[in-house]
């Protein structure tokens, strides 16, 4: 009964302090100290979405660069917007390890691994084929688990972060009441 109050205890104040941290992502001042070409998605008001490089932005307006595949990925465009039509931006974070590592690393974990574990049980009868038939099926386990582990570790390296979320919709452009003249 102790441990279920102490329990809902805790809880209770992890669940009133989330709302003490927790920044919100309305303010541009935020996009305007991002660093210069950060990859970026932005979106829209309008719908449209853009993802490139972030160029600059001041308290009314936002520029983005495009890559363009006729340039080879350098700036092809660079695209202006208002700031009161931009919706979202989302930082990209672009860190992907290195897969190879991954699956050496996991192949010499499974060979030593798999000639140590089958080295012991066959004993002193068949000793050296039993590590090395061991090393190899132990190596070949290794690069498939490494391999796996560096896929995972690759798409948990991609990640978005909102930067800046407009709660507020623009005001839409009407045109002139023709019977207040």
């Known amino acids: 009964m102790r441990i279920r109050r102490l329990f809902w205890m805790i809880l209770c104040f992890l669940l009133s302090t989330n709302a003490l941290w927790a920044k919100g ?67 990209i974070s672009n860190h992907y390890p290195d897969l190879e590592t991954y699956q050496r690393a996991g192949m010499i974990a499974g060979g030593i691994t798999g000639a140590a574990v089958l080295g012991m049980a066959v004993k002193h009868s068949a000793w050296p084929a039993g590590a090395l038939l061991g090393g190899a099926m132990g190596l070949g386990g290794g690069a ?12 948990a390296g991609r990640h978005e972060k909102v930067a800046y979320q407009s709660r507020t919709e623009p005001p839409v452009a009407r045109p002139p009441d023709p019977h207040e003249q």
Do not use: C, N
């Open 144 to 155: 498939l688990l490494g391999g796996m582990a560096g896929l995972a570790a690759h798409g």
């Open 25 to 91: 992502s309305d303010d541009w001042q935020v996009v305007t100290r991002l660093k210069w070409d950060s990859p970026l998605r932005v979106e829209l008001w309008s719908g449209q979405e853009y993802a490139g490089r972030f160029d600059m932005a001041d308290e009314h307006v936002f520029r983005l660069k495009l890559p363009s595949h006729d340039s080879a990925g350098r700036t092809g465009t660079v695209l202006t917007f208002a700031r009161e039509q931009v919706r979202i931006v989302l930082r």
